[in-house]
């Protein structure tokens, strides 16, 4: 089973940057896809951004096309979201998810593992 550990978040202001990192318990990290997603309250939980198993394929939403960043660092297993230009629609609680990918998934249901989630609230 793979265990996946969120850090990152927090409080910022209008305009200001989080980075959250998600770091897997397992080498099987490397070998597929990682996605982020974010449900803010009474929303569904939708994705935001993937990343192929070697980094090189991204996928960004249309709102955060331009602000958001992901990233891989598969000699950490660890996955990134470097988030900029935070906008107050961007709070939610933001998840990392792998799933038996080589490229990433848009539907949770393509996932099989979750982090445990990180609250980010961007203030106006």
């Known amino acids: 089973q793979i265990q996946l550990v969120e850090s990152g978040g927090g409080l910022v202001q209008t305009g200001g940057s989080l980075r959250l990192s998600c770091a897997a318990s397992d080498h099987m990290f490397d070998s597929y896809a990682m996605g982020w997603f974010r449900q803010a309250p009474g929303k569904e939980r939708d994705v935001i951004s993937t990343i192929s198993w070697d980094g090189v394929n991204q996928y960004y939403e249309s709102s955060v096309k331009g602000r958001f960043t992901i990233s891989r660092d598969n000699a950490k297993s660890t996955v990134y979201l470097q988030m900029n230009s935070l906008i107050p629609e961007d709070t939610a609680v933001y998840y990392c998810?792998?799933?038996?990918?080589?490229?990433?998934?848009?539907?949770?249901?393509?996932?099989?593992?979750w982090g445990q989630g990180a609250q980010v609230t961007v203030s106006s």
């Open positions: 998810a792998w799933g038996p990918l080589l490229y990433g998934g848009r539907c949770t249901r393509e996932y099989d593992y």
